[in-house]
Structure formats: C-alpha cells, structure tokens
T-cell receptor
C-alpha cells in the first residue's frame, strides 16, 4: 500500500521567515495530495491540495509543489505569522481509493 | 449545516468494556472513514465506507467494527477495549467527482478515548 513520509517532525522559524515541509510517497499511481493544518485540540482542516496534473499551486502565502518523477511534494509558507503555528499533515491518495494515507506530521512553531 | 458531528468528545473505558463512537454528516457525502491519531504517527485509517451498506478495512482495523446503514451515519464500535486503543479518533467524510476522484475530507471534532 501507500507510504507517506514527512520531514521535519518539528520546525521553528522566526515570524516573517518562510517554512518548508516535505513529503515523499511510494505509490506512483497516487494523484491527489492534500495538506491539513491541525491547531492544538482541534480537528484537521484542509489548507491546500494539488492534483498530479499540475506542478504547483498557490493560495496567498501558501504554495504546494509536486515532483511526480521523484515522488515528493512540499508545502511552502511565506511571511509566517504566529497564527501559522500548528501541526501540518501531508496526505496522498489515488483515484478509486476513497481514504487518505497521512504523513506523521510537522509541528511548526512561529516565534514572534 | 453542522458538517461532521462526533459524539462523545471524551470517554474513559475500562479494559474489556465495549462502546460505540458515533459519527454523522449532513453533507450527503458518499465516503466516510475513521482514523486514529497517536503522537508522532499521524492519522491512521481504521475503516472506511464508500456508501450505505459498503465498508472496508483500513491500516489498523483489529478490535474495531463498523457499519453503514444510512448515508449519514458511520458508527465505530470497540468490541473489547484495550489500553492500546487509547487514542484520539476522528471521523471524516468526503465526496468524489467522477469515478472515485478524491476531494476535500471534512473531519469531525474528534473523540479522546482513554482505556484504563
């Protein structure tokens, strides 16, 4: 089955800096890659997703890049703010598989 | 529109007890799933359903049962609770566009379960 690895497990940045979280996946048939943000004690919520027919997607300060050849995708957060502090999860899935395989999560701490 | 609703939010069980975690969604989503979240391990899939009457196992199904008698409800049953089942449980739902093409998964607020 699919295996998703996520790095780093913790990341501390200064407010205003950029943060990058990387994930690799094992199943070359995977074609849907969402990113979820989970604040302390809350439910995971989708922040951005990308499909395999595009290489990059942006939404304001957040962007995701996908390299299908290398089977990895990354989350980029620019101009970080304290409210970006949370745990971020990458995930992967493919057409016909209704559930997601998640990475182990990255705890991002943005220092004011 | 409540989204995905889970009950209870907190539960303490004794080893060997059974219980049912409830999950309901009002978005008419076809797909529903249960995950458990443990520190450092992300979210792991327990069971999922692609529609009423259809369920399947995920990565960690042992010790859990599910059923899907309606589109809205997807309860998770712990048959005989064990300390290893201490975790936070999340229910999620989503729909697909076309033939099984995935879209956003919406999560419930979670159930924090402790087995002593």
């Amino acid at each position: 089955g699919e295996n998703v690895e996520q790095h780093p497990s913790t990341l501390s940045v200064q407010e205003g800096d950029s943060a990058v979280i990387k994930c690799t996946y094992s199943d070359s048939a995977s074609n849907y890659f969402p990113w979820y943000k989970q604040e302390l004690g809350k439910r995971p919520q989708l922040i951005i997703d990308i499909r395999s027919n595009v290489g990059e997607k942006k939404d304001q300060r957040i962007a995701v890049t996908l390299n299908k050849t290398a089977k990895h995708f990354s989350l980029h957060i620019t101009e970080t703010q304290p409210e970006d502090s949370a745990v971020y999860f990458c995930a992967a899935s493919k057409t016909g598989r209704r559930a997601l395989t998640f990475g182990s999560g990255t705890r991002l701490q943005v220092q004011p | 529109n409540a989204g995905v609703t889970q009950t209870p939010k907190f539960q303490v069980l004794k080893t060997g007890q059974s219980m049912t975690l409830q999950c309901a969604q009002d978005m008419n989503h076809e797909y529903m799933s249960w995950y458990r979240q443990d520190p450092g391990m992300g979210l792991r899939l327990i069971h999922y359903s692609v529609g009423a009457g259809i369920t399947d196992q995920g990565e960690v199904p042992n010790g859990y049962n599910v059923s899907r008698s309606t589109t809205e409800d997807f309860p998770l049953r712990l048959l005989s609770a064990a300390p290893s089942q201490t975790s936070v449980y999340f229910c999620a739902s989503s729909y697909s566009i076309g033939a099984g093409v995935n879209t956003e998964a919406f999560f419930g607020q979670g159930t924090r379960l402790t087995v002593v």
